[in-house]
């Protein structure tokens, strides 16, 4: 049975279903759900392995407990501070992320770099450049001389 009014597909619809069908928004879709698996990992790093470090180094200040209290109680920790209803500036925290921030750049630049050298040596090494009408005439005139030089 066809519908009394007929209904046809708007243009951006099926612009739409092309652009979502695409490999690359896929590739996308699955880049974001490892970024976000791999932040994980890299906030377990930073708050677990790096702070400790750079607390110990720096006389075993608590890293993420460090900030400032605008108007409200201080308490002992941030959460509890933040918890008072305190206005609080974060440092610890900041400094927190602009540690996983350059550590997940590094690793970024690394993973670039390295699908970088496997795309040209998938490609193959670049063919030398065609040889130009100069290069060509001095090659010959190149050789011209040898032959002159040469010992008969």
Do not use: C, H, Y
């Amino acid at each position: 049975m066809q519908s009394p009014i007929p209904f046809r597909e708007p243009a951006w619809l099926r612009e739409f279903k092309a652009f979502i069908m695409r490999g690359s928004v896929v590739d996308l879709a699955v880049g974001i759900v490892v970024g976000a698996a791999f932040t994980t990992i890299v906030t377990s790093f930073v708050e677990d392995i790096i702070n400790p470090i750079i607390g110990l180094a720096i006389g075993g200040v608590d890293f993420s407990n460090i900030f400032l209290v605008l108007s409200g109680e201080r308490q002992p920790s941030l959460a509890a501070t933040r918890q008072g209803g305190a206005a609080v500036i974060a440092i610890g925290s900041f400094i927190n992320t602009i540690i996983k921030f350059l550590i997940v750049s590094f690793a970024i630049f690394w993973v670039v770099k390295a699908l970088s050298t496997l795309r040209l040596n998938e490609l193959g090494k670049a063919p030398p450049p065609a040889e130009t009408p100069t290069e060509k005439l001095l090659a010959e005139i190149r050789d011209e001389l040898k032959a002159q030089r040469a010992p008969k």
